[in-house]
């Protein structure tokens, strides 16, 4: 709607162009010989460079009194912490351990002893003073057949046909013609007092079995922790008194197997 001239002349210090444009624009455009780039200065805002200023007051409800993160955030940095702690070990303190390499040297008959003990890393635990002792009886210094009998009966249950399964032996590696010898301590609170301990026992029941003054031959060897571990393990050996395997078809008599077609056949054709 256009307005009529007595209105437009009412209003006409409203319309004037001082009032709709800033002042630098409004001087531009009268002094029209300054570059364009003074008035782009003039409208180009200056930031301000004094430090932002934070009420701490207004914080105080985000943050927990003397924590400055949850715990499973530390819990997670500790982790990452022994992480990288293990990981300095390996990339400079392992190299180091190549001075103490040696070379491995197959046990001979000399040595026919075989010593385990238990760590767990480093960390302390009752079982780490436990020693354990398994030697083959044939590779053991024992005179003849007799002290070798008189050797299992004194062993008892620490004597087995077969060697133990944590032993590290095997029995396709010679001497298990006699069995094993096991013996443990963990009594004493140091390793090397309970290796003693066993070392020593042994040596007094190689002494008892040479000394043939009685040679024990009419006592038999004691099998019955062996019988018992075959009935435990529920595996088929205990069946009909075996006690060393399970049965198979050559325990059964040959009456009661089946016979073979090709012979069943035969059989008639031979006795017409």
């Known amino acids: 709607m256009a307005l009529s001239r007595s209105s437009r002349t009412a209003f006409a210090h409203v319309f004037r162009t001082k009032h709709f444009h800033t002042g630098s624009v409004l001087n531009a455009r ?26 701490e007051d207004a914080l105080e409800d985000q943050v927990r009194d003397g924590d400055d993160a949850p715990e499973p955030t530390h819990k997670y940095l500790q982790q990452q912490r022994e992480m990288l702690y293990y990981m300095r070990l390996i990339e400079h303190e392992m190299p180091k351990l190549v001075a103490y390499r040696k070379p491995f040297v197959p046990p001979n008959s000399s040595n026919p002893l075989v010593i385990r003990s238990i760590t767990y890393g480093g960390e302390p635990h009752p ?10 009886v044939a590779r053991l210094p024992l005179r003849n057949e007799q002290a070798i009998h008189k050797f299992k009966v004194l062993a008892g249950v620490r004597w087995t046909p077969e060697p133990p399964k944590d032993s590290g032996l ?28 066993a070392s020593d026992t042994l040596d007094r029941l190689l002494a008892a079995a040479n000394d043939l003054k009685e040679p024990f031959a009419d006592i038999p060897v004691d099998t019955r922790h062996i019988e018992a571990r075959t009935r435990k393990a529920k595996k088929g050996g205990h069946i009909y008194g075996r006690q060393t395997h399970r049965p198979t078809l050559r325990d059964f008599p040959k009456e009661w197997l089946p016979v073979p077609k090709g012979e069943a056949t035969s059989e008639p054709s031979a006795s017409a």
């Open 127 to 136: 079982a780490t003073a436990k020693r354990t002792i398994v030697v083959p």
């Open 30 to 55: 009268q002094s029209p010989g300054a570059p364009a780039a003074a008035a782009a200065k003039a409208r180009r805002a200056i930031p301000s460079l004094e430090p932002l200023l934070i009420e």
């Open 170 to 197: 095997n029995p396709e590696e010679g001497g298990s013609e006699h069995g094993y010898f096991k013996i443990s301590c963990e009594d004493f609170p140091k390793g090397p007092m309970n290796l003693k301990w």
